[in-house]
């Protein structure tokens, strides 16, 4: 059933603003209206004005103007000129195969979609993360590291970041190279070099600000990190960190008995 989103109904629905909490106003907003427009809102409904979503939440219209252009900005809503906010039709998840050894990027371009990948030959060089290094040998953690980042995109919205770390010959093979479609795989294919073994680490946590910018997004949406170590035949490889954003992306994974 759909619950109206009328001035009345989002005062009883709503979560005061905590201005003790180290999330900002806006984002305790966005995440209130986020969670009331998946559970209960209807497509082509229209909120509340800012004018009374400010007295709602106790806060400034800026700071609701602020929660909305995040909510347009996620695909939530549209803002109209001169007549209001109103809930739109979302894009569906991008659902990933929870096998993570799939090709992404392959298997969504044979349905039809835009999947790329776009090496971030840019930014600064980040250093390999404890979650990594502590399940390594101590001899692998001495060997040579080159620091690879790369956004994912699908039909042009972001919806995940992997950091790469290639290790020892790896990393002395792609110095200086731009990665082959983005993937690190494809390009150490093209040096002989393949993954044959691959374990993964997975948990959720909060967006960092850095990876909301690039994200497209909010400080407050949830992210699947996947943690990644690869070796060929026993040699170590590649250790990574993918994060892919919660709102966008939906993992699958089938069983049989």
């Given amino acids: 059933m759909t619950v ?39 497509i082509g409904e229209q909120l509340p004005t800012e004018m009374e979503m400010a007295a709602i939440y106790g806060i400034s219209r800026i700071t609701i103007r602020q929660a909305l252009a995040a909510l347009a900005q996620d695909g939530y809503v549209e803002r109209r000129q001169g007549t209001g906010t109103f809930v739109i039709d979302r894009p569906q998840l991008v659902q990933h195969d929870f096998g993570l050894m799939t090709p992404w990027r392959d298997r969504f371009r044979a349905a039809g979609e835009d999947a790329v990948s776009i090496h971030l030959q840019d930014r600064p060089a980040e250093h390999e993360p404890a979650e990594l290094t502590l399940e390594l040998e101590p001899s692998e953690r001495e060997l040579k590291r080159l620091h690879l980042k790369r956004l994912h995109l699908v039909n042009g919205r972001p919806i995940g970041i992997t950091d790469s770390w290639a290790v020892g010959r790896t990393a002395v093979l792609l110095e200086g190279l731009t990665l082959v479609e983005g993937s690190l795989s494809k390009t150490m294919k093209t040096f002989g070099v393949e993954g044959t073994e691959a374990h993964h680490f997975l948990e959720v946590r909060t967006v960092s600000q850095s990876e909301a910018v690039l994200l497209q997004t909010s400080e407050d949406g949830n992210l699947f990190v996947d943690w990644s170590i690869t070796r060929s035949d026993g040699e170590l490889i590649e250790t990574s960190r993918t994060v892919w954003l919660g709102s966008r992306v939906r993992f699958h994974y089938a069983t049989s008995s």
Avoid at 19 to 37: C, E, F, G, N, Y
């Fill in 4 to 42: 109206s989103t009328d001035e009345s109904a989002l005062s009883d629905f709503a979560t005061p603003v905590n201005r003790k909490s180290p999330m900002p106003a806006w984002a305790q907003v966005h995440r209130d209206l986020k969670t009331l427009i998946d559970q209960a809102a209807g």
